[in-house]
């Protein structure tokens, strides 16, 4: 019933910039808190960035300054902005949701299939 799908990854130089969209479709009652999320290759998924329905921002410290998260609620739409990427960055990028369905009693995590980021020269 619920999907998340993300886009805007693909192949950027270090130093360039990429901006990741993901977009909530299905049945929607509300959504909660939004964030992205990364994995690189061998390496466990972390945290990237997450905001909340009011808007708060919360960072990864590797990132602070570097990356910006918002959203657009009218779309069910979260973005992230990423500038001045390192190689190090390079990983499937997540987009992850706290999503109330109608006809639950609760909020609920889903994520979306995965956009890749790959940062090389």
């Known amino acids: 019933q619920v999907q998340l799908v993300e886009s805007g990854g693909g192949l950027v130089q270090p130093g360039g910039s990429l901006r990741l969209s993901c977009a909530a479709s299905?049945?929607?009652?509300?959504?909660?808190?939004m964030g992205w999320y990364r994995q690189a290759p061998g390496k466990q998924r972390e945290l990237v960035a997450t905001?909340?329905?009011?808007?708060?921002?919360n960072y990864a410290d590797s990132v602070k300054g570097r990356f910006t998260i918002s959203r657009d609620n009218a779309k069910n739409t979260v973005y992230l902005q990423m500038n001045s990427l390192k190689p190090e960055e390079t990983a499937v990028y997540y987009c992850?949701?706290?999503?109330?369905?109608?006809?639950?009693?609760?909020?609920?995590?889903?994520w979306g299939q995965g956009t890749q980021v790959t940062v090389s020269s």
């Open positions: 992850n949701a706290l999503i109330h369905r109608y006809g639950s009693r609760q909020y609920n995590d889903y």
């Open positions: 299905g049945s929607i009652f509300s959504i909660n808190a």
């Open positions: 905001i909340s329905s009011g808007g708060s921002t």
